[in-house]
């Protein structure tokens, strides 16, 4: 783990940067505003410095047919969840990166099977890489089998540290990877063009040169986590992106984490709710007070860290001690 300005000096020797989990407006759950298309999303990426830049939307790659295949360091990649209820119980989320169409067709076949391990046996018969995201997050009214989590992490080369995660529990994530001698990314997973605020260094001449060198530990992690204040300035920006949209939210169902806000999403993007303007400026006001009072933020992170400490019981005594590091 480095900070900013140490990973400036590896930089000027070469390293390279990636922020390697990013959503654009194809994902299903994002609120797409012009902000989030996928060209907007790289030009920022290259502002940040960012050597290699992909999208990960939510089992969608139209991203890449809304931007040239020929810019420098772009990257074609895909998050995918599957749910392998004989062998696991609960959804896991893996990015997947440098596929094809054919690829991602078959991919998302295996997925809809439920089968895991054909899953992984396709990803590494194609030798594509690949991340197990943000392990200790579960999908809304799953009950996760948290038993099973060590035995998953021994199946992937890389894990991720997530920068929508509590530092609890991307301190679980990194003494996990520690313990089994896996690689680490740091992504900011981010629904709201938030990109480049947490990346990974390694060097490598190509993507894959870069991934492999991650495999094998030969890399650093630029974090940041979830914290009250990064938790209002996100909810802030999301705000202001419902605030000002385009009437572009049909068929989406938007998800931030927090349960809330994601009705009251829904219920501002209605078309019928736009027709009474005085009301919708009401509701909307009323809403940033809210957030801006920090209240929806502490009660989450309470509600995250309350989760993170039964999670380390589970997992076992040594999670989160990071002295040694």
Known sequence: MLSSEEADALREDGWMAADLHVHTLFSSDVIPVSSLRPMRLFQKARAKHMDFVTFT?????????????????????????????????????INVYELDDSQFHELENIALQGDLLSFLDFLKSEKLPFVYNHPLWFEAGEKPN?????????????LEYNMHRIRRKNEIIMELARRYEKGLIASTDTHSGMIGHAYTLSKGNDFKEFYNNICLGKSYIIVKDLT??????????????????????????????????????????????????????????????????????????????????????????????????
């Not at 705000?239 to 998800?255: A, T, W």
């Not at 009401?282 to 309470?302: C, D, E, M």
């Open 146 to 158: 948290l038993a099973v989590i060590p035995d998953l992490i021994k199946l992937f080369p890389v």
């Open 228 to 325: 009250k204040q990064y938790l209002i300035q996100e909810m802030n920006a999301w705000l202001d992106m419902i605030s000002g949209q385009e009437p572009i939210l049909k068929n989406k169902k938007i998800c931030t984490g927090m349960r809330y806000l994601d009705k009251f999403i829904a219920i501002m993007s209605s078309e019928k709710f736009r027709d009474f303007p005085r009301m919708y400026g009401a509701a909307l006001t009323g809403v940033y007070k809210a957030a801006n009072s920090g209240l929806p933020a502490a009660l989450y992170i309470w509600r995250e860290c309350s989760s993170a400490f039964e999670m380390e019981k589970i997992l076992g005594p040594n999670c989160g001690n990071l002295d040694s590091i």
């Open 57 to 93: 939307d939510h089992d969608a790659m139209a991203a890449y047919r809304s931007i040239s295949p020929k810019l420098e360091g772009l990257v074609r990649g895909v998050e995918i969840k599957i749910k392998d209820i004989e062998r696991v119980g609960h959804t896991i989320h």
